[in-house]
């Protein structure tokens, strides 16, 4: 016999567990649904121990640049195994924390794949429940490639867990994933390779960022190829060769570990979306301005199950309340994306919010470009930063801001008080003639507008 909710979720992400949460504190019987760790990618899969190794290659960093502050450093060694164990003690706990939270509050949490079984039922292992309104929030999963020996790749998911650093590693990709993890491999002492079939790596980025840190990426050893066909990676022993083509040219690199560095999908393809009338293309559900199917309309996409916007998890968090808010008061909000940061954690970091400027030639925006290179200024040099520089588009007459684009100098923090104006409508005038503590990154604000 089937069960009846209110409101059935899929996935117990960032996105998932904020609906839940709002639909249970306005009185409505909730079920969410989880086949996995009870948490989502970021807390045990993302951002939370990826940042515990990026803090890691940040210090590595700082080391190299001592001699600039005339410190003398002897040999520096990272102990892998040591740091990875550190990495679990962030990750440890928190799917039984996660559990204790819906306990406590009553929601009911059912274990196991979970498709649709009609336009507001879903089966879970043969366990049938009815929702009045159903909220597909099942995150994502590395983007599947169709080349030769594709099941040697490994995926972002196997190297948080790698126990032992390896000496070599090619990424096929040039993503956030393939950046990020690639510096810090390569800090850590791991020979890095990038093929990037784009012309860019980034490729959604603001091109000079993304040269700055392309610069930095090569200086510190990385090996970047972009505009690269990957044909094959066969295996020889402990070591995987990758046939490519680039110029024209056959060619092949060898590593001792391949992966997956071109990204995430939405992770949708097993609910069974036919049988719940939502209708999609390919990987992407057909959503409307508030975030529902526009074949059922009791049906919710949120987060990285929905593939137009970032994979963020702050954005998660803020749909997930938008889903939730629109479940319990009726369809009234619709998202904002226009002044979200995001920072890519590369080391030194690249922050970006709004729009890129073809992105505003595109919107016949009239604006002008302010580039800045900073490592010749004072708190550049001060910290002896190689990687230092802005771009912040201003829209002509208002003085809005209508993007900022950040590599170093503080960029994932700084980003901040750009998002900040475009949310509020701070003109670029009122950046520039704010007091702030000096001497700091954020005090060169006044002057990147």
């Known amino acids: 016999m089937a069960e009846s909710f209110d ?41 939370v121990p990826k940042k515990v190794l990026v803090a890691a290659a940040q210090t590595l960093a700082a080391i190299d640049r001592a001699s600039e502050h005339k410190i003398s450093v002897g040999d520096v060694s990272l102990d892998w195994g040591a740091l990875m164990a550190r990495e679990r003690t962030f990750v440890e706990g928190t799917p039984a924390a996660f559990i204790g939270s819906l306990e406590s509050r009553g929601i009911e949490l059912v274990r196991g794949p979970a498709n649709f079984s009609g336009s507001h039922q879903i089966d879970v292992d043969g366990r049938i429940l009815d929702a009045g309104k159903i909220v597909i929030a099942t995150g994502s999963k590395p983007r599947p490639l169709a080349i030769d020996g594709a099941a ?36 850590a002492g791991c020979s890095v390779t990038i093929l990037e079939a784009m012309p860019q790596l980034l490729p959604r980025m603001d091109p000079g960022a993304i040269a700055e840190i392309e610069r930095e990426s090569e200086r510190i050893g990385m090996k970047t190829l972009k505009s690269v066909d990957v044909k094959s990676i066969a295996a020889d022993g402990n070591t995987l060769t990758v046939s490519f083509v ?154 809005k801001i209508l993007g900022a684009h950040l590599a170093g100098h503080g960029a994932e923090e700084v980003i901040h008080i750009f998002a900040f104006a475009m949310r509020y409508g701070v003109p670029a005038s009122d950046l520039s003639s704010t007091v702030y503590a000096y001497p700091t990154f954020m005090s060169d604000v006044k002057n990147l507008v």
Not at 12 to 41: L, P, R
Not at 166 to 171: A, L, Q, V
Request: net charge negative; charged share 20%; with cysteine.
């Open 246 to 399: 680039h110029d024209g040219v056959e060619k092949s690199l060898s590593a001792a570990r391949v992966a997956n560095g071109t990204g995430r999908v939405p992770n949708i393809d097993g609910l069974d979306l036919e049988a719940g009338g939502v209708t999609y293309c390919g990987l992407r559900i057909e959503v409307d301005e508030y975030l529902r199917s526009i074949s059922n309309l009791d049906v919710y996409v949120a987060r990285d199950a929905l593939s137009h916007t970032a994979q963020l998890s702050p954005v998660a968090k803020y749909e997930g309340r938008l889903v939730g808010d629109n479940i319990v008061n009726g369809e009234s909000k619709t998202p904002d994306y226009s002044y979200m940061p995001s920072a890519i954690y590369t080391v030194p970091a690249v922050a970006t919010v709004g729009l890129t400027e073809a992105e505003a030639d595109a919107a016949g925006k009239d604006y002008e470009a302010k580039t800045n290179d900073l490592s010749s200024w004072m708190s550049g040099r001060t910290y002896a930063e190689t990687v230092a520089w802005s771009k912040v588009l201003v829209e002509n007459g208002t003085g």
């Open 7 to 47: 409101v059935v979720v899929l996935g117990t992400g960032n996105a998932g567990m904020v609906v839940a949460g709002v639909a249970h504190a306005a009185g409505m019987s909730v079920a969410i649904v989880e086949s996995w760790d009870v948490g989502g990618t970021c807390p045990l899969r993302g951002c």
């Open 152 to 187: 040697h790749l490994i995926t972002s998911d196997d190297i948080l867990e790698m126990t032992a650093l390896p000496d070599s590693m090619i990424f096929i990709g040039g993503g956030v994933i393939a950046m990020e993890l690639g510096h810090v491999l390569q800090r």
